[in-house]
Each structure stands twice: as C-alpha cells, then as structure tokens.
C-alpha cells in the first residue's frame, strides 16, 4: 500500500515537474532538472522522495527521458532511496 501510494506520489511529481506538457515544442531534457532544483525546497514531502527525483532528474538531463523512464530504473532508484526505511 505505502509503495502503491509512494509510486503515485514519483509519477505525479515526475509529471509535473518533468513539463513535457507544459513546454511542448521548448521541452529539453535539462529542463526537469533546472526545474527541479528551484523548487525543490518549496515542497513538503520525504528527503529520500526528494533525493530520488533529483536522482531521476540527473539521469533524464544525461540520458533523455527514454532511457530512464524505465520500470526498472524507477524501482532501482526506489530500492537505493527508499527500499531500507
């Protein structure tokens, strides 16, 4: 259940401030991270939630958005940040 809800918590926050939709055609992979790291702070949610989406982040501005919106490395990233609470 914890996991369910933690997994729907990344894809919100991932949505968001990944703004695909809301950059349309201006979208670039560096731009979640940029994003990101300015409003980081402003939201109240877990550290280790907060670690892992810049994780995720890093990895899009790097990789692109294909090769890291993988179920397996969203489940990594989860087991690093997340897995031993």
Same mark, same amino acid.
């Given at each position: 259940? &914890?996991?369910? $809800? $933690?997994?729907? &918590?990344f894809i919100k926050l991932m949505s968001n401030y990944g703004g695909i939709t809301y950059q349309g055609k201006?979208?670039?992979k560096e731009y979640p991270l940029t994003y990101w790291k300015k409003e980081r702070e402003k939201l109240f949610i877990n550290e280790k939630l907060k670690d892992m989406l810049?994780?995720?982040?890093?990895?899009?501005? &790097?990789?692109?958005?294909?090769?890291v919106l993988t179920r397996k490395n969203v489940q990594e990233l989860y087991k690093k940040y997340c897995g031993n609470s």
């Open positions: 259940m &914890i996991a369910r $809800l $933690l997994k729907d &918590i201006n979208w670039n810049t994780e995720f982040f890093t990895q899009v501005s &790097i990789e692109g958005i294909d090769k």
